[in-house]
Nanobody
Framework: QVQLVESGGGLVQAGGSLRLSCAASGSTFSSFTMAWFRQAPRKEREFVAADTWTSGYTDYADSVKGRFTISRDNAKNTVYLQMSCLKPEDTAVYYC?????????????????WGQGTQVTVSS
């Protein structure tokens, strides 16, 4: 069983930055695909970014490409999401997700483990 705990959310002004963290425990973190999703009020949860354990391949949603960076520290069993140039439309609950396999990284069904979420609010 894998446990994921997110932190780092908060209130920030438009144009500002935040770094989210997701601490994992319970399994071999280094071999997992890790991702961030988000869910805004009255909207479906959507893919934000993913990082595979092989070759350091990363993937980003078009809406965050160039502004957000996903990274991981396998020694600390932690994945990060550095968010810059934040916009009000980035306001959402951000979820960390993990999968031991390989597949379609942008799909929710690919991920077996989820954190509880952390709120990010961007004011205009």
């Amino acid at each position: 069983q894998v446990q994921l705990v997110e932190s780092g959310g908060g209130l920030v002004q438009a144009g500002g930055s935040l770094r989210l963290s997701c601490a994992a425990s319970g399994s071999t973190f280094s071999s997992f695909t890790m991702a961030w999703f988000r869910q805004a009020p009255r909207k479906e949860r959507e893919f934000v970014a993913a990082d595979t354990w092989t070759s350091g391949y990363t993937d980003y949603a078009d809406s965050v490409k160039g502004r957000f960076t996903i990274s991981r520290d396998n020694a600390k069993n932690t994945v990060y999401l550095q968010m810059s140039c934040l916009k009000p439309e980035d306001t959402a609950v951000y979820y960390c997700a993990a999968s031991p396999g390989s597949g379609y990284m942008r799909g929710e069904m690919f991920y077996e483990y989820w954190g509880q979420g952390t709120q990010v609010t961007v004011s205009s």
